[in-house]
């Protein structure tokens, strides 16, 4: 039993409460520090901030709860640790008991602190900067004790919320987001004994990916994929991995904290495969698209049909940023429906010029397919791809009557008609001697299993270009896709509209597919 948790055993009789006993053993260290958010309904209503380090909770009594909104300094009073095992307690502790009353898992999910900070030394100087990723709380906060007063016996804190895109500065309703994360449980209920029981989320080998989907099934949940994400533990982050451009993992995964919340809506539901540079770009790298062995947690995995071996996929944000630990360099998405791979959920067009074609021409081909897509009714939109060509992609909305099939026709059959409207410009055909001096719209993406490169990839090139989002007004002259790097997107992105529309302009294809017919005939 831990020396630490003897404040905790004193004050309670585990003969008369619920709570854990803290003898432990059955909470095992985590990939991410973990924190809870207890609503504790006792003498008086408080919530209790734990945050896990060295093998237990730091606790804080917030007594009014914390604020989202900056200008809200909200006392935190430091009671004594908890075991992790409380991290899943949810219940009612006995009148007259310590601390008798309703308890509810009011929030829960992974924090780190900020930069590089030793959390044990921040918090004994009295001031520790750190990320929540939770249902209800995320972004960056701040612990700072207070002097104490004169005769205080209680050690004072101040919870504070930062200025960053989860705050809300001005007003704050966080609280009245009022049901728990585990149970979906009101106060009331859980005071009476009634409703499901918690899921659990301390317990050992609980992926993070099955507690998150559990959230989003429950009443409680925002809407969509978790965005919000914190700096995973990495092994080696020195390691360069682009050694041309001295970036080390710690740097991908930076990058990959910054756009990942924007990324997420194009990996849900949709197997990814990675190319993998353990050693860095110029050594050994290699394309995976099965779940291996020693992969982070939250990487899901997905069955389809008939096929052996599963697929991976990355439906939170946090995910995304996790495999820089194994030092993904590159996401290759399939082009299904969100958990449908049989039924298409967008177009891509790979316009791939042959070395002797200026840039410029690729420019026009990209404006020139939008046109030719947008008289079909489909809506494009551009990136480039870290390398020589341009995507253009055409969200398409899921229909169980569309399949690959038809999809790959329809996109072979505009290729084929541009091509054969301007065949010095381009081909469809991939033999190199054909393609001098042209360009070749790859329609091969559109079809079962065929993967794209994924919007804001790093790619496993020299330079560390990444395939960046556009808008049309920068698909024009001038446009220099080596500006977009692992270094420079995340702030280009920051201020960028490209892709915000995308998931409203999704279109069917079905009257598309009939207007190519009746264009052709
Ligand atoms: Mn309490």
């Known amino acids: 039993m831990s020396e630490r948790l003897s404040a905790y055993r004193a004050k309670r009789d585990f003969d008369r409460t619920p709570e854990p006993d803290g003898a432990g053993g059955s909470v095992k260290a985590a990939e991410h520090l973990r924190f809870v958010v207890h609503k504790h309904d006792a003498r008086r209503l408080h919530y209790d901030l734990r945050l896990e380090l060295g093998g237990v909770f730091h606790s804080w009594a ?29 219940g009612t502790i006995p009148k007259g008991e310590y601390g008798g009353g309703t308890v509810m898992i009011w929030d829960r999910g ?3 602190p900020e930069g590089n900070t030793n959390p044990v030394k921040a918090l004994k100087n009295g001031e520790l900067k750190f990320v929540l990723a939770g249902s209800k709380l995320a972004g960056s906060w701040v612990l700072v004790r207070l002097k104490p007063r004169e005769g205080e016996k209680r050690t004072n804190w101040l919870l504070i919320k930062h200025r960053d895109r989860w705050a809300t500065p001005g007003r704050d309703t966080i609280l009245d987001k009022a049901r728990s994360v585990a149970s979906g449980r009101a106060m009331s209920t859980i005071a009476k004994g009634e409703g499901r029981a918690p899921a659990p989320f301390m317990i050992e080998g609980m992926p993070f990916g099955a507690a998150a989907k559990w959230h989003s099934g429950s009443s409680v949940s925002l809407s969509g994929p978790s965005r919000s994400v914190v700096l995973p533990r990495l092994t080696n982050p020195d390691r360069v991995l682009w050694p041309e451009a001295g970036l080390t993992k710690h740097d991908l995964a930076e990058y990959l904290c910054e756009v990942a919340p924007w990324m997420v809506d194009h990996f849900v539901g949709r197997p990814c495969s990675f190319v993998r540079a353990p050693d860095g770009i110029d050594k050994e790298t290699f394309f995976q698209r099965h779940p291996m062995r020693g992969q982070p947690a939250s990487v899901s995995s997905v069955t389809i049909d008939d096929e052996r071996e599963p697929y991976m996929s ?27 791979p049989d039924v298409p959920g967008r177009l891509v067009f790979d316009l791939d010029p042959a070395p002797d074609i200026e840039f410029g021409g690729v420019i026009d081909a990209a404006r020139h397919l939008r046109d030719r897509l947008q008289d079909l009714g ?27 099939e038809q999809a790959k026709l329809f996109a072979q059959t505009v290729s084929a008609q541009m091509s054969e409207d301007n065949p010095n410009r381009f081909v469809i055909n991939m033999s190199k001697r054909v393609r001098k001096g042209r360009i070749f719209l790859d329609y091969l993406r559109n079809d079962f299993a065929a993967t794209a490169v994924a919007p804001l990839s790093p790619r496993a090139r020299p330079e560390a270009f990444v395939a960046m989002p556009l808008t049309w007004g920068q698909v024009r002259k001038g446009l220099d896709p080596s500006r977009f790097t692992l270094e420079t997107a995340a702030k280009l992105l920051e201020k960028s509209k490209a892709w915000h529309d995308y998931a409203k302009s999704t279109r ?3 009257p598309a597919i009939a207007r190519l017919l009746d264009v052709g005939r």
């Open 314 to 340: 990355l439906d939170e944000a946090q995910a995304i940023v996790d495999v820089a630990q194994i030092s993904v360099v590159e996401f290759h998405l399939w082009n299904c429906a969100p958990s449908d």
């Open 110 to 112: 992974y924090w780190a």
């Open 378 to 404: 489909l809506v494009a939109f551009c990136m480039t791809t870290g390398g020589k060509g341009l995507h253009v992609v055409a969200p398409l909305e899921p229909d169980k009557e569309m399949n690959w």
């Open 62 to 90: 917030v007594t009014r709860g914390p604020s989202l909104d900056p200008a809200e300094k909200r006392l935190a009073v430091e009671v004594e640790e908890h075991p992790l095992e409380y991290g899943d307690f949810e």
């Open 508 to 510: 069917s294809l079905k």
